[in-house]
Protein backbone atom coordinates (compact mmCIF):
# COMPACT_ATOMS: atom_id res chain seq x y z
CA UNK A 1 0.00 0.00 0.00
CA UNK A 2 1.52 3.19 -0.82
CA UNK A 3 0.18 6.19 1.46
CA UNK A 4 -1.00 9.63 -0.05
CA UNK A 5 1.67 11.28 1.35
CA UNK A 6 4.40 9.51 -0.49
CA UNK A 7 2.52 9.72 -3.93
CA UNK A 8 3.01 13.56 -3.26
CA UNK A 9 6.36 13.45 -1.97
CA UNK A 10 7.07 11.70 -5.22
CA UNK A 11 5.77 13.38 -7.88
CA UNK A 12 4.90 17.06 -5.77
CA UNK A 13 4.85 19.04 -9.30
CA UNK A 14 1.70 16.95 -10.19
CA UNK A 15 -0.45 17.74 -6.66
CA UNK A 16 1.06 20.95 -6.11
CA UNK A 17 1.30 22.33 -9.03
CA UNK A 18 3.32 25.70 -8.94
CA UNK A 19 2.42 25.80 -5.55
CA UNK A 20 5.33 26.70 -3.02
CA UNK A 21 5.14 28.53 0.31
CA UNK A 22 2.92 25.39 1.66
CA UNK A 23 1.28 24.82 5.36
CA UNK A 24 1.00 21.26 6.47
CA UNK A 25 -2.55 20.25 8.71
CA UNK A 26 -1.23 17.40 10.72
CA UNK A 27 0.04 16.13 14.22
CA UNK A 28 2.57 13.46 15.28
CA UNK A 29 0.52 10.42 14.14
CA UNK A 30 1.32 11.69 10.37
CA UNK A 31 3.78 9.58 9.12
CA UNK A 32 5.52 8.73 5.76
CA UNK A 33 5.14 4.54 4.46
CA UNK A 34 8.88 4.45 5.62
CA UNK A 35 8.23 6.28 9.16
CA UNK A 36 9.49 9.62 8.60
CA UNK A 37 7.07 12.50 10.13
CA UNK A 38 5.25 13.99 7.32
CA UNK A 39 6.63 17.30 8.82
CA UNK A 40 10.45 16.29 8.49
CA UNK A 41 9.88 14.44 4.99
CA UNK A 42 8.21 18.08 3.52
CA UNK A 43 10.53 19.96 4.94
CA UNK A 44 13.56 18.12 3.47
CA UNK A 45 11.77 18.16 0.09
CA UNK A 46 13.57 20.63 -2.29
CA UNK A 47 10.25 21.26 -4.36
CA UNK A 48 8.47 22.41 -1.03
CA UNK A 49 8.95 25.25 1.46
CA UNK A 50 6.96 24.56 4.31
CA UNK A 51 6.02 27.59 6.23
CA UNK A 52 3.39 26.89 8.79
CA UNK A 53 1.46 24.46 10.35
CA UNK A 54 -2.14 23.65 11.25
CA UNK A 55 -2.78 21.73 14.42
CA UNK A 56 -6.42 19.80 15.11
CA UNK A 57 -7.48 19.10 18.59
CA UNK A 58 -5.20 17.50 20.73
CA UNK A 59 -2.73 19.86 19.17
CA UNK A 60 0.22 18.96 17.43
CA UNK A 61 1.50 16.39 20.23
CA UNK A 62 -1.39 14.53 19.66
CA UNK A 63 -1.91 14.17 23.15
CA UNK A 64 -3.82 17.15 24.33
CA UNK A 65 -6.83 16.77 26.83
CA UNK A 66 -10.13 16.11 24.51
CA UNK A 67 -12.35 19.24 24.29
CA UNK A 68 -9.36 21.65 25.49
CA UNK A 69 -8.52 24.54 23.68
CA UNK A 70 -5.08 24.54 22.37
CA UNK A 71 -3.26 27.69 22.07
CA UNK A 72 -0.81 28.88 18.79
CA UNK A 73 3.01 28.19 19.53
CA UNK A 74 5.77 27.80 17.75
CA UNK A 75 7.12 23.89 17.05
CA UNK A 76 10.33 23.64 18.87
CA UNK A 77 12.51 21.98 16.54
CA UNK A 78 11.36 23.12 13.15
CA UNK A 79 10.52 26.66 14.19
CA UNK A 80 7.62 27.27 12.21
CA UNK A 81 4.10 28.98 13.26
CA UNK A 82 1.40 26.45 14.57
CA UNK A 83 -1.45 28.09 13.58
CA UNK A 84 -3.91 25.80 16.27
CA UNK A 85 -7.79 25.47 14.95
CA UNK A 86 -9.08 24.08 18.23
CA UNK A 87 -8.90 26.76 20.11
CA UNK A 88 -8.32 30.90 19.38
CA UNK A 89 -10.33 30.06 15.92
CA UNK A 90 -11.65 26.79 14.30
CA UNK A 91 -10.84 28.02 10.74
CA UNK A 92 -7.91 29.49 9.61
CA UNK A 93 -7.55 32.94 9.22
CA UNK A 94 -7.88 34.44 5.78
CA UNK A 95 -4.95 36.39 6.23
CA UNK A 96 -2.73 33.38 6.86
CA UNK A 97 -4.13 31.42 4.09
CA UNK A 98 -3.61 34.06 1.33
CA UNK A 99 0.29 34.15 2.07
CA UNK A 100 -0.04 30.34 1.17
CA UNK A 101 -0.13 28.97 -2.11
CA UNK A 102 -1.51 25.66 -0.77
CA UNK A 103 -2.24 23.47 2.14
CA UNK A 104 -1.02 20.14 2.37
CA UNK A 105 -3.45 18.13 4.87
CA UNK A 106 -2.20 14.19 5.95
CA UNK A 107 -4.65 13.33 9.38
CA UNK A 108 -5.71 9.98 10.19
CA UNK A 109 -9.16 9.53 10.18
CA UNK A 110 -10.76 7.02 12.82
CA UNK A 111 -14.24 6.72 10.62
CA UNK A 112 -16.99 8.14 13.43
CA UNK A 113 -18.76 11.93 12.64
CA UNK A 114 -17.98 13.10 16.13
CA UNK A 115 -14.40 12.86 15.93
CA UNK A 116 -13.21 16.07 15.00
CA UNK A 117 -10.43 16.00 12.11
CA UNK A 118 -12.93 15.80 9.47
CA UNK A 119 -14.88 18.80 10.88
CA UNK A 120 -11.62 20.52 10.83
CA UNK A 121 -10.62 19.77 6.89
CA UNK A 122 -14.57 20.54 6.34
CA UNK A 123 -13.65 24.56 7.96
CA UNK A 124 -9.86 24.61 6.13
CA UNK A 125 -11.72 23.50 2.53
CA UNK A 126 -14.80 26.64 3.36
CA UNK A 127 -12.23 28.55 4.21
CA UNK A 128 -9.85 27.90 1.10
CA UNK A 129 -12.69 28.33 -1.37
CA UNK A 130 -13.04 32.03 0.14
CA UNK A 131 -9.25 32.72 -0.23
CA UNK A 132 -8.43 30.67 -3.41
CA UNK A 133 -5.72 28.31 -1.69
CA UNK A 134 -5.54 24.83 -2.75
CA UNK A 135 -6.13 22.14 -0.35
CA UNK A 136 -4.11 18.57 -1.20
CA UNK A 137 -5.34 15.95 0.68
CA UNK A 138 -3.23 12.91 1.23
CA UNK A 139 -5.39 9.78 1.46
CA UNK A 140 -4.94 6.91 4.29
CA UNK A 141 -7.51 4.20 5.38
CA UNK A 142 -9.49 4.85 8.27
CA UNK A 143 -8.69 2.67 11.11
CA UNK A 144 -12.07 1.81 11.38
CA UNK A 145 -12.05 0.29 7.98
CA UNK A 146 -15.24 0.10 5.33
CA UNK A 147 -18.28 -0.40 8.17
CA UNK A 148 -21.32 1.95 8.24
CA UNK A 149 -23.58 2.37 11.24
CA UNK A 150 -26.00 4.64 12.64
CA UNK A 151 -28.52 7.48 10.70
CA UNK A 152 -27.81 10.19 8.66
CA UNK A 153 -26.86 13.76 10.65
CA UNK A 154 -29.76 15.85 11.54
CA UNK A 155 -29.55 19.09 10.00
CA UNK A 156 -30.97 20.69 12.96
CA UNK A 157 -28.38 19.29 15.58
CA UNK A 158 -25.43 20.51 13.29
CA UNK A 159 -21.76 21.09 15.51
CA UNK A 160 -18.43 21.19 15.27
CA UNK A 161 -19.00 17.30 16.93
CA UNK A 162 -21.22 16.43 13.77
CA UNK A 163 -20.53 18.31 10.92
CA UNK A 164 -20.70 16.54 7.53
CA UNK A 165 -23.73 15.13 6.20
CA UNK A 166 -23.21 11.31 7.12
CA UNK A 167 -23.65 7.95 8.55
CA UNK A 168 -22.43 7.99 12.19
CA UNK A 169 -20.05 5.82 11.06
CA UNK A 170 -19.07 6.42 8.01
CA UNK A 171 -16.76 4.54 6.28
CA UNK A 172 -14.48 6.70 4.28
CA UNK A 173 -11.01 7.42 4.03
CA UNK A 174 -10.16 11.52 4.85
CA UNK A 175 -9.93 11.89 1.17
CA UNK A 176 -12.83 11.21 0.33
CA UNK A 177 -14.71 13.46 3.10
CA UNK A 178 -13.09 15.84 1.32
CA UNK A 179 -14.10 15.17 -2.02
CA UNK A 180 -17.82 14.65 -0.61
CA UNK A 181 -17.64 18.32 1.12
CA UNK A 182 -16.52 19.67 -1.93
CA UNK A 183 -18.53 18.49 -4.00
CA UNK A 184 -21.93 18.77 -2.21
CA UNK A 185 -21.40 21.83 0.13
CA UNK A 186 -19.07 23.66 -1.65
CA UNK A 187 -20.44 22.87 -4.99
CA UNK A 188 -16.91 22.45 -6.09
CA UNK A 189 -15.85 26.09 -5.64
CA UNK A 190 -12.48 25.21 -3.76
CA UNK A 191 -9.09 23.83 -5.33
CA UNK A 192 -9.29 20.41 -3.74
CA UNK A 193 -6.71 17.67 -5.15
CA UNK A 194 -6.80 14.36 -3.27
CA UNK A 195 -3.79 11.91 -3.60
CA UNK A 196 -4.93 8.36 -3.77
CA UNK A 197 -4.18 5.64 -1.73
CA UNK A 198 -1.91 3.08 -3.94
CA UNK A 199 -2.24 -1.02 -3.86
CA UNK A 200 -5.66 -0.41 -1.45
CA UNK A 201 -8.46 -1.37 -1.84
CA UNK A 202 -11.73 -0.96 0.50
CA UNK A 203 -11.54 -3.30 3.12
CA UNK A 204 -8.19 -4.06 3.28
CA UNK A 205 -6.95 -3.91 6.65
CA UNK A 206 -5.11 -1.13 7.43
CA UNK A 207 -1.05 -1.71 7.40
CA UNK A 208 2.03 -0.44 9.26
CA UNK A 209 3.20 0.36 12.78
CA UNK A 210 0.29 1.30 15.25
CA UNK A 211 0.20 5.62 16.33
CA UNK A 212 -2.33 6.38 18.49
CA UNK A 213 -3.91 9.60 16.33
CA UNK A 214 -5.25 10.85 19.74
CA UNK A 215 -4.79 10.36 23.53
CA UNK A 216 -8.12 8.65 23.71
CA UNK A 217 -7.13 5.96 21.21
CA UNK A 218 -4.14 4.82 22.23
CA UNK A 219 -4.41 1.35 21.29
CA UNK A 220 -6.35 -0.68 17.81
CA UNK A 221 -8.99 -2.00 20.53
CA UNK A 222 -9.76 1.64 21.84
CA UNK A 223 -10.61 2.54 18.29
CA UNK A 224 -12.86 -0.95 18.04
CA UNK A 225 -14.96 0.07 20.73
CA UNK A 226 -14.84 3.83 20.12
CA UNK A 227 -17.90 4.38 18.33
CA UNK A 228 -20.08 2.74 21.16
CA UNK A 229 -18.38 3.61 23.79
CA UNK A 230 -17.83 7.62 23.41
CA UNK A 231 -22.01 7.66 23.28
CA UNK A 232 -21.07 7.36 27.32
CA UNK A 233 -20.14 10.61 27.31
CA UNK A 234 -23.67 12.02 26.68
CA UNK A 235 -24.75 10.47 30.23
CA UNK A 236 -23.42 9.99 33.93
CA UNK A 237 -21.12 6.53 32.96
CA UNK A 238 -17.11 6.76 32.41
CA UNK A 239 -16.46 5.80 29.14
CA UNK A 240 -12.71 4.86 31.04
CA UNK A 241 -11.12 8.55 30.20
CA UNK A 242 -8.63 9.40 32.48
CA UNK A 243 -7.19 5.79 33.06
CA UNK A 244 -4.58 3.68 30.77
CA UNK A 245 -8.07 1.87 29.23
CA UNK A 246 -9.82 4.57 27.74
CA UNK A 247 -13.25 3.51 25.51
CA UNK A 248 -12.84 0.11 27.05
CA UNK A 249 -14.50 0.75 30.45
CA UNK A 250 -18.08 1.07 31.40
CA UNK A 251 -18.58 1.91 34.78
CA UNK A 252 -19.98 4.25 38.16
CA UNK A 253 -19.66 4.64 41.76
CA UNK A 254 -23.07 3.20 42.32
CA UNK A 255 -23.00 0.22 39.83
CA UNK A 256 -22.25 -2.96 41.09
CA UNK A 257 -19.16 -4.88 38.83
CA UNK A 258 -20.09 -8.05 39.34
CA UNK A 259 -24.42 -8.39 38.94
CA UNK A 260 -23.25 -5.47 35.91
CA UNK A 261 -21.08 -8.49 33.96
CA UNK A 262 -23.48 -11.35 34.84
CA UNK A 263 -26.37 -9.07 33.13
CA UNK A 264 -24.05 -7.81 29.96
CA UNK A 265 -23.07 -11.35 29.29
CA UNK A 266 -26.96 -12.43 29.50
CA UNK A 267 -27.75 -9.56 26.54
CA UNK A 268 -25.56 -11.93 24.62
CA UNK A 269 -23.86 -9.05 22.38
CA UNK A 270 -22.02 -10.28 19.18
CA UNK A 271 -18.77 -10.02 19.31
CA UNK A 272 -17.73 -8.83 22.85
CA UNK A 273 -16.92 -10.13 26.44
CA UNK A 274 -17.32 -7.82 29.87
CA UNK A 275 -15.01 -8.55 33.02
CA UNK A 276 -15.91 -7.09 36.20
CA UNK A 277 -13.59 -4.39 37.50
CA UNK A 278 -12.76 -1.76 39.36
CA UNK A 279 -11.43 1.68 38.58
CA UNK A 280 -10.48 5.34 39.44
CA UNK A 281 -10.73 7.98 36.40
CA UNK A 282 -7.75 10.71 37.36
CA UNK A 283 -9.76 12.90 34.92
CA UNK A 284 -13.07 13.64 33.25
CA UNK A 285 -16.17 11.59 34.79
CA UNK A 286 -16.17 10.61 38.22
CA UNK A 287 -12.34 11.81 38.00
CA UNK A 288 -10.67 10.46 41.43
CA UNK A 289 -13.47 8.26 42.36
CA UNK A 290 -13.32 4.26 42.86
CA UNK A 291 -16.02 3.03 39.73
CA UNK A 292 -17.66 -0.11 39.70
CA UNK A 293 -17.93 -1.70 35.54
CA UNK A 294 -16.93 -3.91 33.21
CA UNK A 295 -13.86 -4.11 30.90
CA UNK A 296 -15.10 -4.27 27.58
CA UNK A 297 -13.16 -7.26 25.61
CA UNK A 298 -13.44 -7.93 21.94
CA UNK A 299 -14.22 -11.42 21.49
CA UNK A 300 -14.81 -11.53 17.84
CA UNK A 301 -14.15 -8.01 16.09
CA UNK A 302 -15.92 -9.57 12.69
CA UNK A 303 -19.17 -9.74 13.96
CA UNK A 304 -18.52 -6.71 16.09
CA UNK A 305 -21.14 -3.61 16.04
CA UNK A 306 -20.00 -1.68 18.41
CA UNK A 307 -22.83 1.63 17.91
CA UNK A 308 -25.78 -1.25 18.43
CA UNK A 309 -24.09 -3.03 21.14
CA UNK A 310 -23.70 -0.07 23.22
CA UNK A 311 -26.83 1.41 22.51
CA UNK A 312 -28.39 -1.84 24.22
CA UNK A 313 -26.53 -1.46 27.58
CA UNK A 314 -27.27 1.78 27.82
CA UNK A 315 -30.53 1.09 27.65
CA UNK A 316 -30.09 -1.80 30.03
CA UNK A 317 -28.63 0.22 32.44
CA UNK A 318 -31.21 3.39 32.05
CA UNK A 319 -34.15 1.06 32.76
CA UNK A 320 -32.22 -0.96 35.61
CA UNK A 321 -30.27 1.76 37.72
CA UNK A 322 -32.04 4.82 39.21
CA UNK A 323 -28.67 6.44 39.17
CA UNK A 324 -28.14 6.78 35.80
CA UNK A 325 -28.66 9.90 34.09
CA UNK A 326 -28.45 11.87 30.75
CA UNK A 327 -26.67 14.79 30.47
CA UNK A 328 -27.50 17.97 28.50
CA UNK A 329 -28.47 16.75 25.03
CA UNK A 330 -26.36 19.18 23.75
CA UNK A 331 -23.05 17.52 24.87
CA UNK A 332 -24.28 14.38 23.16
CA UNK A 333 -22.01 13.22 20.22
CA UNK A 334 -24.38 11.07 18.52
CA UNK A 335 -26.81 13.85 18.62
CA UNK A 336 -25.08 16.15 16.38
Known amino acids: MRLGIDALLAEPERWLGRARRVALLANQSSLTGDGRTTLEALRAHPSVDLTALLTPEHGWSGFEDDATPVPDAQHPTAGLAQHSLYGPRRRPDADVLRSLDAVVVDVQEVG ?12 LLEAAAETGTRVVVCDRPNLLGESVDGP ?25 LAAL ?33 SPGLPTPASVATYPGLVLLEGCNLSEGRGTTLP ?90
Open 152 to 176: ALDPALRSFLGYLGVPYQHGLTIGE
Open 112 to 123: VRCYTYATTLAL
Open 181 to 213: HAGTALRGAVDLAVVPLGGWSRGDPVRGPWVPP
Open 247 to 336: FQLLGAPWLDAYALARELRALDLPGLRFRPLAFRPTSDTHAGEVCHGVHVLIDDAAVLRPLAAVTRVLAHVRAEYDAFAWRDASTMPWAS
